[in-house]
Nanobody, 115 residues
């Protein structure tokens, strides 16, 4: 059974930082591409960052230079370090994996950037 559990969201002022965590189980983590998505109120869910099994990283243009995705294969964890946060980063952030031809999502962790 695949399970993704996010944590680390919260309220932060503009310019602040947060680190999101995702605990993954039920997949061959070392071989899996892991993603972070986000969904703001009234918007579609969008891909934010991807880390492949070989460590290659990809980011949506809006977060390049501010966010860093990383993984710990021993702990089957994936992280999203978010710096220089902006109000437009406010959203629910979801961990995602595509495994055995199925998309799996966590329940999400909310991030609010506001003064």
């Amino acid at each position: 059974q695949v399970r993704l559990v996010e944590s680390g969201g919260g309220l932060v002022q503009p310019g602040g930082s947060l680190r999101l965590s995702c605990a993954a189980s039920g997949v061959n983590f070392k071989l899996s591409t892991m993603d972070w998505y986000r969904q703001a109120p009234g918007n579609e869910r969008e891909l934010v960052a991807t880390i492949r099994s070989d460590g290659r990283k990809e980011y949506v243009e809006a977060v390049k230079g501010r966010f860093d995705i990383s993984r710990d294969n021993a702990r089957t964890m994936v992280y999203l370090q978010m710096n220089s946060l902006k109000p437009e980063d406010t959203a629910v952030y979801f961990c995602h994996v595509y495994w055995r031809q199925t998309h799996f999502w966590g329940r999400g962790t909310p991030v609010t950037v506001s003064s």
